[in-house]
């Protein structure tokens, strides 16, 4: 396999009725009334509201854009409101500052300089303000996830990536960005850079250590069973990055699976038991 820039390039009118026909089913067939999913004006929750909107219409679709005095970024507002304006789905803001400090007064080890567990809670926090909204206006929770987040486990383990659907998982970040061009997501949200946003100055690609149009490369050739060192030499990449990058994708199958449980029925829920997600 030769590993190009070309190879990510997929049949984009193709995909987008896919992925439109995908997110319609599955609210239809659930039952609900639309979709409820977090925006922060980046490229995959920016791309996965536009699609949603494609899908089931802009009325049926509420963004929840959850802004904190930490990181608040005043460009990111104005992306959301330009992208609802173009795509015709609705906003709520809920700034969760006030939220924050009532968990950090009351955890009693809470410790502020410490970014991981802070920034976690920030993803947590967000995740528990979408799915009420989804319990309280009888609608699903639609999440965001691209897939070179998802192999390397770049997200929040019941943050970021909690959802009832996540149309993006099987596209890679570079992929998505050429989604977003063709379904008409504004050139400032496709080529901004990526962040987490948990922690001001907090950018994916300096966290990372790598360009995401290298790192989706070097999954993609993992995904088709290049050995590491093919990997490194097609790319022209120091062989240990490729290794890390592997590491970590074997690393983090735990926040890809439901909880272990101990084998003791004669079917495990989750397992060897498993049902329709929808009736």
Known sequence: MRLSPNVLKLKWPLVTTRIKRFIKDYVDKSRMKGIVLGVSGGIDSSTTAALASLAIGGKKVLALSMPEEETYNATDIKHIKMLAEKFGFQIETIDISPILRAYYDSLPIYD?????????????????????????LERI??????????????????GDAAADISPLMDLYKTQVRQLAAYIGVPEEIITKP??????????AEEELGIKYEMLDLTLLGLENFLAPEEIARQLRLPLKLVLD?????LA?????????????????AGKDFRLPYTS
């Open 112 to 136: 502020a300089q410490e970014k991981r567990g802070k920034g976690n809670l920030k993803a947590r926090t967000r995740m528990t303000c979408w799915y009420y909204y989804a319990n309280r």
């Open 252 to 268: 983090n199958e735990h926040k890809r699976r439901a909880p272990l449980t101990t084998k003791l029925g004669y079917r495990t």
């Open 245 to 249: 990058i592997k590491a970590r994708w």
């Open 141 to 158: 929770v639609c999440g965001s996830s691209d897939k070179s987040e998802t192999m390397i486990g770049y997200f929040t383990k019941w």
């Open 194 to 203: 990526s962040t987490p946003a948990l922690w001001p100055g907090h950018l």
